[in-house]
C-alpha cells in the first residue's frame, strides 16, 4: 500500500516557538494531503486540506495563520505552528489520497503522526 | 448533518474471543465505508473498504460488513490477539467527488491474555 511518512515523529517545544512538520508520500504523488489534530481519547479532527501549487483550505475554527500550510510539491506538505502554547499540544497526523485507481479512489493513506508537547 | 456514530465506546476482551464493533451513519450521499485500526501514537491504518453494492469484506481475521439500507456496519474481529488492542475507527466518505470524509469516535478495543 501507500506510505505516508511524517517527521519528526515528536516535538517538545517551548511556547512562543515555531515549530514545523513534514508530511511526505514516499511512494506516490500527492496532490491533495490533509491535516488532522487528535486529542487524547477523541477522534481525528481536520484541520485543514493541503492542495500542491494552492493555498490550502481551512476548516471552520482553525486559525490559518497560527497553522501555517505550504505544500510546495507533488510528495510534500508542511504544517508550520506559529507561535505555539500549550493548548496546541496535540498528537498531529497528515494523510494523503492516492490519485489513479478506482479501488484506491477515496482511501486516505495516514502518516504516523506527530507528538506536539509546548512546554 | 453528517454523522457516524460508533458503539461500544470501549470494549475489553480476553485474548482468543470474538468480538463486533458496530457504526451507524448518516452521511449522504453515500461512496464508502472505511475501518481503520489506529494504535496508540500511531496514525490509523486501513483494514477495510466497502462501497455501497458490497455487503461484506474480510481482511484476515477481521470482517467487515455493510447494510446500506439501514446504513450499519460492523465490524468483526476472530479469535482476539493481544495485538489487536487498538482503537477502531469507522470512516464515511460521502462521494461527489468529494475527498472529506466523516470520522467516527472510535471504539477503544482493549484484549487481555
Not at chain 1, 9 to 31: N, W, Y
Not at chain 2, 101 to 106: A, D, I
Request: aromatic share 8%; net charge positive; proline share 5%.
Amino acid at each position: 500500500g501507500a506510505v505516508v511518512s511524517q517527521h519528526p515523529s515528536r516535538v517538545i517545544c517551548k511556547s512562543g516557538t515555531s515549530v514545523k512538520i513534514e508530511c511526505r508520500s514516499l511512494d506516490f504523488q500527492a496532490t491533495t494531503m490533509f491535516w488532522y489534530r487528535q486529542f487524547p481519547k477523541q477522534s481525528l479532527m481536520l484541520m485543514a486540506t493541503s492542495n500542491e501549487g494552492s493555498k490550502a483550505t481551512y476548516e471552520q475554527g482553525v486559525e490559518k495563520d497560527k497553522f501555517l500550510i505550504n505544500h510546495a510539491s507533488l510528495t510534500l506538505s508542511t504544517l508550520t505552528v506559529t507561535s505555539a502554547h500549550p493548548e496546541d499540544s496535540s498528537f498531529y497526523i497528515c494523510s494523503a489520497v492516492v490519485p489513479g485507481l478506482a479501488a484506491e479512489r477515496d482511501t486516505q493513506y495516514f502518516g504516523p503522526g506527530t507528538r506536539l508537547t509546548v512546554l | 448533518k453528517n454523522q457516524v456514530e460508533q458503539s461500544p465506546q470501549s470494549l475489553i476482551i480476553l485474548e482468543g474471543k470474538n468480538c463486533t464493533l458496530q457504526c451507524n451513519y448518516t452521511v449522504s450521499p453515500f461512496s464508502n465505508l472505511r475501518w481503520y485500526k489506529q494504535d496508540t501514537g500511531r496514525g490509523p491504518v486501513s483494514l477495510t473498504i466497502m462501497t455501497f453494492s458490497e455487503n461484506t469484506k474480510s481482511n484476515g481475521r477481521y470482517t467487515a460488513t455493510l447494510d446500506a439500507d439501514t446504513k450499519q456496519s460492523s465490524l468483526h474481529i476472530t479469535a482476539s490477539q493481544l495485538s489487536d488492542s487498538a482503537s477502531y475507527i469507522c470512516v464515511v466518505s460521502p462521494g461527489g467527488g468529494s475527498y472529506i470524509p466523516t470520522f467516527g469516535r472510535g471504539t477503544s478495543l482493549i484484549v487481555h491474555p
